[in-house]
């Protein structure tokens, strides 16, 4: 195992947290990241040293802890409609005996920690379909994209980077992402009902 120059306080906090659900137990402690002063894309390190993240931001925080016990370091893109416009979503995810799971850092009660019980990554994206909505109800979670192993940018440091690293999502951006839906399973969607609505609009985090 690479150390990737990880301080001993990091990599005490990593040994620790040696299995995906303790992963996401420790994303769930820290704050959500509003980026109430400007706009970030933090590295792990980062990460730890502000204790805030939003969803990519954990994203790469758990695929570096994942790939600290010699799992692969991948993220993928949940791609929504954009008209009416709607966020994109970041997980980073795993394996466990042949099944794929997801790690996510959200603010919502919903587009969370997906256990590893998905034979493929479609499956695993098709899990988090009707939980993808807007406040009017329509439903837009449209493409997922291809896994990106983040040691794609070990040349600029992602694990312990002093800076905000967007070039990571926007390369993620441009990758092969994959429809999930035709243009008539579009047309045919039926709206969210309104106690959904409701429930999806808990949040775990509010700004100060």
Known sequence: MNNWKYTSRESKLFQRLNTPEKIQDYLNLLPFNFEKKKETCMSPRLVLSNKTAHCMEGAMFAAAVLEFHAREPWILDLRSEKDPYDYDHVVAI????GFYGAISKTNHNVLRYREPIYKSVRELVMSYFHEYFLDNGRKTLREYSEL???NYFNKINWRTSEKDLFSIPKH????KHHPILSKKQIN????????????GNIYEHFKK
Do not use: G, P, Q, S
């Open 188 to 199: 045919n969607l039926r709206k969210v009902d309104r106690i959904e609505v409701k429930a």
């Open 172 to 175: 993620l951006d441009k990758i």
């Open 94 to 97: 795993f394996k466990e005996d």
């Open 148 to 150: 990106l192993d983040l």
